[in-house]
């Protein structure tokens, strides 16, 4: 198969213009693909794709892809570069027509950016049906011609990285359990030299005074992991790392505060935090990324038993701080605290966490953009301009004092788990009372509660667990790399 694509003629009614793959494609066939293009019906229009048959014995199926118009750039808008959006779009949706089609191999037109054009193939084609008998035909996308074949690799990297973050949340909680979940990130990193991995069990945990974890992990009878991971890519091993923080409840009940039981299956990705992180080091290491990273990881289930905590229960996090836990449903949070309170241990350069920690988030922004809370416009500059290449968003939230008072206003410990005014900002709150265990001068939040899935938003994404933001946490390292601010 071959999927080529098209741009819309820049006036109405001028005729649509193929890109410099299918202009060769054309003349290969004597003209009859941009004749048959010519009669069989209206423009091709952005996202959508035509099919013809038999017009070349190497390339029996051959879908065409509207690209949108031809210089589309960043759409300040839409805080996103239009034009790689398109192509991912277009790409992804004529992959999957000709994996309809039972067709094992696609070559892939790069239509001027082959990095965007392998992201919309590997992405487009991904499905997680490891437990089905009957199973989607496998498909291999490849770069068609060899111009471009640097950034195609660089494509294919990342979206690998972001299916990976999707494997990981959209596998069923039994099978991603948190000792599971640690050694399929080990497995991953095992080839590289540079990366140690530590799978640090329950009696560690407790030595590190992690009280806070510990309090979530014990109404479940799988024994909590933290997973921390040293990637070494930096010249010098002493240089300051990046440090990612996830938050890795693999299945969330939601304690003593039960979920309703509609759409508790999906709280199978409560650990998206922890497999977008660890997903974004696997794509540095295999990118060989200049820049040291550490990534930590609290795993565990939240579960209601006869050891769970209770609602008004009081826990001493790592560094001290008291916690009334008014809701155990608030559990990531608490997580966070530890794990954001250890990062300090590293001299970060940066300390940015990634949690699915508030359907706050979800009803302010949706899945249109990560929610992300910083103590610094340096962070949040880098985030930002990362977001737009990847056309994977992220929209700055406040952090007020205004926030913080309602954490901070508890009657039996220092804080609580909940905003004192509950509905009210949940999302802020949640990271008013992160900002707590927080020295570092540069830390970011990202919520990621409203992308973790996709219904049909994100066209080059199928339904299900998204793996959002992975692709932009490896474009924030990327540019991070590359900055000489220290």
Known sequence: ??????????????????????????????????????????????????????????????????????????????????????????????????????????????????QAAAEGAVLGLHEYNELKQKKKPVVTAQLHGSAEIEAWHKGVIYAEGQNLARYLMEAPANYITPIKFAEHIEQKLRSFSNVKVHIRPESWIETQQMGAFLSVAKGSTEPPIFLEIHYSGGANTNDSPLVLVGKGVTFDSGGISLKPSSGMDAMRADMGGAATICSAIVTAAALNLPLNIIGLAPLCENMPSGKANKPGDVVRAKNGKTIQVDNTDAEGRLLLADALCYAHNFNARAVVNAATLTGAMDVALGSAATGVFTNSSWLWNHLYEASILTGDRVWRMPLFEHYTKQVTDCPLADLSNIGKYSRAGGACTAAAFLKEFVTASHWAHLDIAGVMSNKDEVPYLRKGMAGRPTRTLVEFATRLSQDSHS
């Open 1 to 114: 198969g071959l999927v080529l694509g098209i741009y819309s003629s820049e006036k109405d009614e001028g005729a649509p213009q193929f890109t410099s793959a299918g202009e060769a494609f054309d003349r290969l066939v004597s003209g009859k693909l941009g004749e048959l293009l010519s009669v069989c019906g209206p423009p091709l229009k952005k996202g959508k794709t035509r099919m013809f048959y038999g017009l070349h014995q190497d390339f029996p199926s051959v879908a065409v892809v509207g690209l949108g118009k031809k210089n589309a750039g960043v759409n300040d808008q839409e805080n996103w570069n239009e034009g790689k959006e398109n192509i991912r779009a277009a790409v992804a949706v004529g992959c999957r027509q000709i994996q309809d089609l039972e067709i094992p191999c696609v070559e892939v037109d790069p239509c001027g950016d082959a």
